[in-house]
């Protein structure tokens, strides 16, 4: 089975060593979590069990030696979609092991304008993500194998201009 035919389930259910996610849209309250933003936005408390799930999931990989990592490019002033992902959503997923680093280009070029979001894994496959204009999640591709490379770079330039996320929170957080 070539990476193009599995899916992006398949890819995050089988990789061995590192999973790292790019994200680069300011709101993705189209996608999921709907009710919880929505929570967020009335000003309630965090449910208890917001994200256990995922957490759960994130708990298995990084207690048995993966890594799970991403890189957020955001500038400020933030979204309020961003203030809850990153002041909700960044903060639980780090109890299951989740590592998060900000990108910030509020003062400086991005140097990955017009990369899309993905998931790379292992450095040895890609899933693009594909989301609407008003952010809504559309599905994931994975890519053909000739194309990591080149997602491999995007990654390793996103990590080398990243600040660790609870650095810049402590800076610039809610």
């Known amino acids: 089975m070539t990476s193009s035919s599995k899916t992006l389930g398949d890819l995050f259910g089988s990789f061995r060593r590192e999973a790292f996610r790019l994200e680069t849209l300011d709101d993705y309250s189209k996608s999921g979590n709907v009710d919880a933003y929505h929570t967020y936005l009335a000003g309630e408390p965090q449910p208890e069990d ?3 799930g995922w957490v759960e999931e994130l708990r298995s990989h990084t207690e048995n030696g993966k890594r799970v990592h991403r890189v957020h490019i955001v500038s400020r002033p933030l979204t309020d979609y961003l203030r809850f992902e990153l002041g909700w959503g960044y903060r639980k997923n780090m109890t299951g ?6 990108l910030d280009v509020t003062d400086r070029l991005n140097p990955l304008a017009g990369v899309p979001d993905f998931w790379c ?3 040895e496959s890609v899933a693009v993500m594909n989301y609407d204009g008003a952010g809504k999640y559309l599905g994931s591709k994975a890519l053909e194998p000739e194309r990591v490379a080149e997602f491999t770079r ?7 201009h990243a600040e660790p996320f609870t650095e810049w929170w402590a800076k610039y957080g809610a």
């Open 50 to 52: 917001y994200n256990s």
């Open 97 to 102: 092991g989740e590592e998060f680093s900000i």
């Open 154 to 160: 995007y990654r390793d330039t996103a990590l080398a």
């Open 121 to 123: 894994f292992d450095s």
